[in-house]
């Protein structure tokens, strides 16, 4: 094998494609070195004797050796997970967690995508340690409610400040779709939130969105979603028309002797002769008068079996139904040396549990 006198190559990272300026590049086993220029490139003159491997690595980055050769090489470093400190987005910017001395919680774009998101304002649910969040509604569409210091006023408004990349938010959350967010910051104390002044009084929700990534290239995404959903618990065992009587007699019956001090007979007799007025005149049995539908003794006229209209109405299935919930996304990103782009577009149809429920 020839002797290599000299060696180039540009070094980029994995992430975007972009070139790595202050790149480490040293000579396996020497001191013999250099570091990449702003377009990532270096070149090493006088190349040792039997030196073989060049030692590449970036803080932040995983280290990669590679044979030494007189053509110039393209290294890819990949960021090193374990020496990442998580960066959080503040009001001024950014900020490494480990120097972050005020009050804060981040939600991922992890943490967002392992669930299935309908609204923003999900996935703030069990994510972030001491704020409340709140579905006063079922209705497909509406937004949960958010409490991060808590309830400071009556009658004034709790909610905090959204602020979605740098601007102020007065929108409706559930307009915002879930899959075009890449991370959120609860800022939570006074010194976090100054910046805001007063408006942010309730605490301050910072959203980030997505951008374009990787050079000169063009991706297109698609991805749909299909969910059921139904009761959260079962349906109530439901009185007959029979058992329906036979509870009205006894309340009717109860109401005379508590409320109008009558005895137990006369009570009965009475609850007998007023019952059916007291279901607003309708007595649906063919065939059995009114006051012999219950009897004095509370018993039950085995006459009575035959309806004068069909038994045929289920108002929890004219009410309920199966729920379902469809979603299509589709984006195109876009980078190129002066510009990026990131678009994207959905079409999400929701009907509720209950009849009339629809988004």
Known sequence: MAQVSKVTGVVISAEDNEPIMGAS??????????????????????IPAGAKLLQISYVGMITQEIPISDKEQTTVLSIDSKLIDEVIVVAYGTAKKSSFTGSASVVGEKALEKRTLTNVMSAIEGNAPGVQVTSASGQPGSSPSLRIRGFGSINGSSAPLYVVDGAIYNGA????NPNDIESMTILKDAASTALYGSSAGNGVVLITTKSAKGANKTTVTFDTKLGISGRAIKEYKKANPK???????????????????????TAAQMATDNLIDNFGGYNIYAGVKNNDLVRPDG????????YLWADDMDWEDAVYRTGVRQEYNVSLSNKGEKERQLRFARLSERTGIASKHEL
């Open 173 to 176: 959350m559930g307009d915002l």
């Open 299 to 306: 018993s039950w006229n085995p006459a009575a079996t035959t």
């Open 243 to 265: 058992e329906t009587y036979l509870i009205g007699w006894e309340m009717l019956k109860n109401s005379y002797i508590n409320g109008s001090g009558k005895d137990e007979a």
């Open 25 to 46: 590049i040293l000579i396996k086993g020497t001191s013999l070195g250099t570091i990449t220029d702003i377009d990532g490139r270096y070149v090493i003159h006088n």
